[in-house]
């Protein structure tokens, strides 16, 4: 608590040293009063000429990411969908065989899945 009335009182003295020597006048935010006198942060200076000259004069928005990916296939219909999943379904026997492995079981059906029955609360 005394460290902080006295950082208040120097940060006030400073102030006041700079107004009576013709600076700054002191701002009406105590914050900024004290950050101006304790010197916490530079004031913004004008860039160079290379700076402004390589910005676009029309600042509006720029992006920075890159564009979001579209999807390589469209969706998919339900005869090109138990297609796929037939082809799927014979890889996984004929590399069941190829490997000597016990046959993975192949769902009797193909087709589109059944919907899940309701959670037990």
């Known amino acids: 608590m005394l460290g902080a009335v006295a950082v208040l009182s120097a940060t006030v003295g400073m102030a006041c040293a700079q107004q009576s020597t013709g600076h700054k ?21 004008e860039p160079k000429d290379f700076v402004t000259g390589s910005r676009p ?19 998919m219909t339900a005869d090109q969908v138990k297609a796929k999943q037939a082809e799927l379904e014979a890889m996984l026997v004929r590399h069941d065989r190829a490997t000597g492995r016990k046959p993975t079981p192949v769902r009797a059906t193909t087709g589109a899945a059944k919907p899940l029955a309701p959670a037990a609360r």
Do not use: F, H
């Open 25 to 45: 006048p002191l701002p009406a935010n105590p914050l900024e009063a004290i950050s101006q006198g304790l010197k916490l942060r530079a004031d913004p200076v």
């Open 57 to 75: 004069t029309d600042m509006q928005y720029i992006p920075t990411g890159s564009p979001r990916p579209q999807p390589p296939s469209k969706v």
